[in-house]
């Protein structure tokens, strides 16, 4: 079962014995995603009694706190718990909200995510009308000529361009450039 991940959570996989899930026995435990890949046989085996002949390959068949749900290998899941571990606190629900929205299969470079990641807004047209002011859209543009611009059409046509997706712990938005 996956849980949404938060910025104080770390990931983590559970991580069985794939002879033994294939004879109908659970076999394995959680480990930390990050160090998914340095889990060995016997390790997962010595907790529940030790190796069984033809035990041979580890797999993850659940994950927790990742922005990811599904089965993997132990490596995969090592390596998102790695990207994961990268990102500055601060900024991991964004990060996970965007694997998550932008539907990212593997795992992604921080310089993809900071690419990507346009800011947290307390709305839509917030981001919108604050683009039009870093922009300099209207810099030249008198006043009296200014005040017909129509914020609202801008952004709503702004909107074909990127992805807003509502933050899970309070109120505003997450806005990325498009994936």
Not at 14 to 22: D, Q, S, V
Not at 117 to 146: C, I, N, Q
């Amino acid at each position: 079962m996956s849980s949404t991940a938060t910025a104080a959570t770390a990931p983590r996989a559970w991580i069985g014995c794939l002879a033994c899930y294939n004879d109908g026995r659970l076999v394995g435990d959680w480990f930390p995603a990050e160090i998914a890949d340095d889990v060995t046989l016997a390790e997962v085996h010595a907790r529940h009694g030790g190796t069984r002949v033809g035990c041979e390959e580890l797999w993850v068949m659940d994950t927790d706190y990742m922005p990811v749900s599904r089965e993997m290998s132990p490596s995969e899941a090592a390596d998102w718990g790695r990207a994961w571990a990268d990102v500055d606190e601060w900024m991991r629900d964004a990060w996970i909200t965007w694997v998550r929205e932008c539907e990212i299969t593997d795992p992604p470079s921080m310089a993809d995510f900071l690419d990507a990641y346009a800011g947290e807004w307390d709305s839509w047209e917030d981001f919108a009308v604050s683009l039009v002011d870093d922009l300099g859209m209207l810099a030249s543009v008198p006043d009296e000529v200014a005040q017909y611009f129509d914020y609202g059409a801008w952004a709503r046509d702004l909107a074909y361009d990127y992805t807003t997706a509502a933050q899970a712990h309070c109120p505003g938005v997450f806005v990325f450039r498009n994936c």
